[in-house]
């Protein structure tokens, strides 16, 4: 080895060591596990903590249709599936199952990560708690229910904000920067000290930025108020009164700790497909009201707020929901996940679409371009 190669080695390992020092006393040792993993994914429930959601003591299987199954994908809908590398996609209407496909050893039973489709869940269970007295208003100021949001601007902060994503808190929504908030929060060990860190830099209500630090706060605002985590509130109030065929499950941040309440629900397409069936039916389940129709009815409309990257009114956007007011004469609801997880409701026609996999499309209008080609495809097979 010349001098040269040395020297550059032994710079090259000092430079190591000055960066590992460096993490640890940044307190940022997350981010080993972050490079190692490289990106989130849609079987990560096998590298964290989860805590299970169990399916209903007596499950309400779908109906199958007359013709389940039997209806044919257009050409592009597949395309699209090797393309985005889907894993599940089923369409649920009236109520029965109208198709399923599954892809890469994937079945009706496989766990797969929802991803922000949990930011959905957790509007839900905000509406269940309200509806139950847990919470009294979602106007109630956040520090009624946390302490670190009782003084500064931070008390300013409102249940109803979180859920328009308009809270002015200083969270940055970077996935590809392992030294973002966003990346500690998913790999990192402690979310309730992340979320004491957080600031209110802006006025809340006044612009839509999406920040999946919204809904963590959401999550622990529910803890506060139902006195129960999330996982097993969602099990009492939600997963277990849809008839849930499957366990879930929810990823916490440290053995017995807080669930990541902005992703991280696991669980399969035919019951997730429970979740816009729901709304579809305006919070009622085989007749029990399990969250309110006027909470439902919020929760997809709009918020008007400026959205913070175009300067317009937000349309696209709710109670933690995405909408789309006008698709080609239809209105469209859904939840969604980074990796093109989604739960798509079309009123008009009395359908939900559910679509699992590993990537996604570009996006157009703050939509991903997937999201209309599956409604196209489903509306040509479904006339």
């Given at each position: 080895?010349?001098?040269?190669?040395?020297?550059?080695?032994?710079?090259?390992?000092?430079?190591?060591?000055?960066?590992?020092?460096?993490?640890?006393?940044?307190?940022?040792?997350?981010?080993?596990?972050?490079?190692?993993?490289?990106?989130?994914?849609?079987?990560?429930?096998?590298?964290f903590h989860q805590r299970k959601i169990e399916a209903a003591e007596t499950p309400q299987p779908w109906p199958l249709a007359t013709n389940y199954n039997q209806l044919s994908p257009p050409k592009e809908l597949q395309?699209?599936?090797?393309?985005?590398?889907?894993?599940?996609?089923?369409?649920?209407?009236?109520?029965?199952?109208?198709?399923?496909?599954?892809?890469?050893?994937?079945?009706?039973?496989?766990?797969?990560?929802?991803?922000?489709?949990?930011?959905?869940?957790?509007?839900?269970?905000?509406?269940?708690?309200?509806?139950?007295?847990?919470?009294?208003?979602?106007?109630?100021?956040?520090?009624?229910?946390?302490?670190?949001?009782?003084?500064?601007?931070?008390?300013?902060?409102?249940?109803?904000?979180?859920?328009?994503?308009?809270?002015?808190?200083?969270?940055?929504?970077?996935?590809?920067?392992?030294?973002?908030?966003?990346?500690?929060?998913?790999?990192?060990?402690?979310?309730?000290?992340?979320?004491?860190?957080?600031?209110?830099?802006?006025?809340?209500?006044?612009?839509?930025?999406?920040?999946?630090?919204?809904?963590?706060?959401?999550?622990?605002?529910?803890?506060?108020?139902?006195?129960?985590?999330?996982?097993?509130?969602?099990?009492?109030?939600?997963?277990?009164?849809?008839?849930?065929?499957?366990?879930?499950?929810?990823?916490?941040?440290?053995?017995?700790?807080?669930?990541?309440?902005?992703?991280?629900?696991?669980?399969?397409?035919?019951?997730?497909?429970?979740?816009?069936?729901?709304?579809?039916?305006?919070?009622?389940?085989?007749?029990?009201?399990?969250?309110?129709?006027?909470?439902?009815?919020?929760?997809?409309?709009?918020?008007?707020?400026?959205?913070?990257?175009?300067?317009?009114?937000?349309?696209?956007?709710?109670?933690?929901?995405?909408?789309?007011?006008?698709?080609?004469?239809?209105?469209?609801?859904?939840?969604?996940?980074?990796?093109?997880?989604?739960?798509?409701?079309?009123?008009?026609?009395?359908?939900?679409?559910?679509?699992?996999?590993?990537?996604?499309?570009?996006?157009?209008?703050?939509?991903?371009?997937?999201?209309?080609?599956?409604?196209?495809?489903?509306?040509?097979?479904?006339?």
């Amino acid at each position: 080895m010349n001098r040269k190669t040395k020297r550059f080695g032994i710079g090259f390992i000092l430079v190591l060591g000055l960066a590992a020092a460096w993490l640890h006393m940044a307190d940022k040792n997350y981010v080993y596990k972050a490079l190692y993993h490289n990106f989130a994914d849609i079987d990560d429930n096998l590298i964290f903590h989860q805590r299970k959601i169990e399916a209903a003591e007596t499950p309400q299987p779908w109906p199958l249709a007359t013709n389940y199954n039997q209806l044919s994908p257009p050409k592009e809908l597949q395309q699209l599936h090797e393309q985005l590398e889907s894993v599940a996609f089923v369409v649920v209407q009236r109520d029965s199952l109208l198709y399923e496909q599954y892809w890469d050893g994937y079945s009706e039973e496989s766990l797969s990560n929802s991803f922000s489709v949990a930011k959905s869940i957790v509007s839900i269970l905000v509406g269940i708690a309200l509806q139950e007295g847990a919470i009294q208003s979602i106007d109630q100021p956040v520090g009624y229910f946390l302490p670190e949001f009782k003084e500064g601007a931070k008390a300013k902060v409102t249940i109803r904000h979180l859920l328009w994503m308009s809270s002015g808190l200083n969270w940055d929504e970077s996935y590809a920067n392992p030294l973002s908030v966003t990346t500690e929060a998913y790999y990192g060990s402690d979310l309730k000290k992340v979320v004491r860190r957080l600031e209110a830099v802006e006025e809340p209500g006044r612009k839509f930025s999406y920040k999946s630090g919204d809904t963590q706060v959401l999550g622990f605002v529910l803890e506060a108020a139902t006195g129960q985590n999330l996982a097993d509130y969602a099990e009492e109030k939600l997963w277990r009164p849809l008839g849930a065929e499957q366990k879930a499950e929810w990823s916490i941040d440290h053995p017995l700790g807080n669930e990541k309440a902005y992703c991280c629900f696991f669980s399969n397409a035919r019951d997730f497909a429970r979740i816009g069936q729901l709304y579809l039916q305006n919070g009622v389940w085989q007749g029990d009201t399990l969250v309110s129709p006027e909470y439902v009815q919020a929760s997809i409309t709009p918020s008007g707020l400026t959205d913070a990257n175009t300067g317009k009114p937000t349309t696209h956007y709710g109670y933690q929901w995405w909408l789309l007011p006008d698709y080609k004469g239809q209105f469209v609801f859904y939840a969604r996940g980074i990796l093109g997880q989604y739960i798509i409701v079309i009123p008009e026609k009395e359908l939900v679409i559910v679509r699992l996999g590993k990537k996604r499309g570009e996006r157009q209008d703050s939509h991903p371009s997937e999201v209309m080609a599956m409604i196209d495809a489903v509306n040509q097979m479904v006339p």
